[in-house]
């Protein structure tokens, strides 16, 4: 699990969670230092299974890109600048 909120100075980018290939949930909240596409999480495709972005609003991509993640239970984009149309869901 990793856990990171309110960390405005600290610059980071999706594309760093490559190095977590394990990792099961991550949550994310006002960090306004991050950036980044939320396809770079296809690393952890068969693995998360938690993942919120809020207020995180250099976060952006299609959230069809995590569709055929198997273990993927909870997502939360609230704050972003993710898009993509809830109708192509099923």
Do not use: Q
Not at 16 to 27: H, N, S, T, V
């Amino acid at each position: 699990k990793l856990s990171i909120k309110y960390t405005h100075c600290l610059k980071w980018n999706l594309e760093m969670l490559e190095g977590l290939p394990l990792l099961k949930e991550l949550f994310c909240t006002s960090n306004e230092s991050l950036t980044g596409n939320i396809d770079s999480l296809r690393v952890l495709k068969d693995t998360l299974e938690k993942v919120t972005f809020r207020d995180c609003p250099h976060i952006e991509g299609n959230f069809m890109d995590l569709a055929d993640f198997p273990r993927l239970k909870e997502l939360n984009l609230r704050e972003t600048y993710v898009t993509g149309d809830i109708r192509d869901v099923g």
